[in-house]
Every structure is written in structure tokens, then in C-alpha cells.
């Protein structure tokens, strides 16, 4: 009863108020006014929500894509490694415990005209690139923090997961003729498939949300090119305090996670793999 009710608290009873919220018209100030589906409709007239959405969804599979085969591909290699394995996967992993905030001011600074990155690119770019001034760039800027971030949290699942396969079943393989392409494609990705859909469904998840790298580094910008949904929900609610409008996106934003979710978990269909 009291895990329940703090449920009730904290998570349902905010969602059904956001709800409401959506179908109304209110800016902190003044009385909610009920105005019904006007908020979503609004909303496929909104030039920059359909923008923030569409970057949303180019910094989603531009993240997660990336994620999902440099994952695998580092733990593969970290599984066969006996002797240095637990010291390269904590290096992998320390990104990951490291503060959002601050790693993205510490890229801000590795991303000016004249920082590190660009000075690293010098012998392969004629001048150098305005990561985050630039509408081309600044989405790349955006995608390759988040993969270096990210990725070594991903390589601990896989890596999980690769220990929980038994050796007798590599074994068996190798006794059949199977190679190492082989073993890989028929025994490795089929058992590994637990993993995966735990991989796919938190980092689409998580990119969905993108926030803190977004916010910290361009405000959106340049030009509304990484002004994802949920800053621009952010800036609606309390930079124009549209609240109403904001609810509506909120609402958009928690029914797409849903479905990426449940799509994606009766796709790979986890639940099934079993070592029997």
C-alpha cells in the first residue's frame, strides 16, 4: 500500500493532471480556461513543434543506431580480452557516471572554433568548424557527446549478457564446423536477444528525452536546428508559459515513448530466449 500510493503521488496523479492541462488554455496567472482538443490541433500547425519533433527523431536514430553496433562490437572485443577486461570496461564506463552537465560544458569548450576537436581535425579540414554556430554541425556536435557519453553503458548490458552464454554451447559449434562468423550469427546475436531489446528500448527511450546536452550547449539553436521536443517543451511552459500547449506536447511525447517501447519489446520478443 505505500509503494502504491506513492505512485499514486508522484507518477499517476501527475499524469492525469498534465492531461487536463492539455485540454485547457493557461498561463500561470490566469484560471485554466477548458478549450478541449484545441491544444493538439494547434499542434500540426506548429512549425517549430513538427521542427523539434522532426530533430528529435534525427537525433534519436542518429544516437542510438551508432550505439547499439559500437556497443556490441566493444564488448565482443572486451569479452575475448581475459587479461585487461575489467580495466578497459571501467574505462568505457567512466563517461557514464560523470554528470550530464558538466561533460556538456566540458564539450562546449573541446568544441570551440579553436579547441581541442578542432585542432584534432586540422590536417583533413581547410578552416575550422563552428560545431555548435552551425545548423550542419551542430546536430553532428550533439549526437557524437551523446555516443561518447553513452556508450559504455550499453557495453556493460552486451557484456552481461555474453557471460550468461555457456561455453558448451560454443563449444558444440565448433564441433559442427561452425567458424567465428558463424558462432556469432547462430549462437552469440539469437542469445544475446534479452540484452538487445534492454539496449534498444532505454537508449531510444533516453534519446527521446534528450534534454541537458541540447539546453546546455545551444539553447535549441542555431536556427531551431537541436531545439528537441523536450526543450521546446520547456521553453513553452515557462519561457511563454503556454502551459496548456506544452501539456499537449508532454501527452505526444509520453504516447510515442509507449508505443517505441511496446513495439519494440513484442519485436524482439525477449521473453523467449532461453538457454534450454
Known amino acids: 500500500m505505500p509503494a502504491l500510493l506513492f505512485f499514486a503521488v508522484f507518477n499517476f496523479y501527475p499524469m492525469v493532471r498534465a492531461f487536463y492541462l492539455s485540454l485547457t488554455e493557461y498561463n500561470l496567472v490566469s484560471p485554466a480556461e477548458f478549450v ?4 493538439y490541433v494547434a499542434l500540426l500547425g506548429d512549425d517549430r513543434f513538427v521542427k523539434a519533433f522532426g530533430n528529435t527523431i534525427l537525433y534519436m536514430v542518429g544516437t542510438t543506431v551508432p550505439l547499439w553496433v559500437l556497443a556490441l562490437g566493444v564488448a565482443l572485443g572486451l569479452h575475448r580480452q581475459r587479461r585487461l577486461q575489467g580495466l578497459l570496461q ?29 585542432s584534432l581535425l586540422g590536417p583533413v579540414t581547410e578552416e575550422p568548424i563552428r560545431w555548435l554556430a552551425s545548423p550542419t554541425w551542430a546536430p553532428v556536435a550533439m549526437i557524437l557527446l551523446t555516443v561518447w557519453q ?7 548490458i552486451f ?24 558462432l556469432l550469427r547462430h549462437i552469440t546475436l539469437p542469445l544475446l536477444r534479452p540484452a ?26 542555431p536556427s531551431d536546428a ?9 521553453s513553452s511552459a515557462f519561457s511563454y508559459l503556454r502551459m496548456g500547449a506544452a501539456a499537449a506536447m508532454s501527452i505526444v511525447m509520453m504516447v510515442v515513448i509507449i508505443t517505441l517501447s511496446l513495439a519494440q519489446m513484442r519485436l524482439v520478443r525477449a521473453e523467449e530466449t532461453s538457454f534450454d
Open 150 to 156: 553513452e556508450l559504455g553503458f550499453y557495453v556493460v
Open 196 to 221: 538487445m531489446v534492454l539496449v534498444m528500448v532505454v537508449s531510444l527511450v533516453h534519446a527521446f528525452q534528450a534534454f541537458t546536452y541540447q539546453f546546455i550547449l545551444t539553447r535549441g539553436g
Open 36 to 39: 478541449g482538443a484545441a491544444n
Open 159 to 182: 557484456m552481461a549478457g555474453l557471460q550468461q552464454i555457456p561455453r558448451e554451447f560454443y563449444d558444440a559449434g565448433r564441433l559442427d564446423g561452425a567458424s567465428g562468423p558463424g
Open 226 to 234: 537541436t531545439n528537441v521536443l523536450s526543450l521546446y517543451i520547456y
Open 90 to 118: 571501467t574505462m568505457y564506463f567512466l563517461p557514464v557516471v560523470l554528470s550530464g552537465v558538466s561533460v556538456a560544458v566540458a564539450w562546449k569548450v573541446l568544441y570551440h572554433p579553436y579547441g581541442l576537436v578542432n
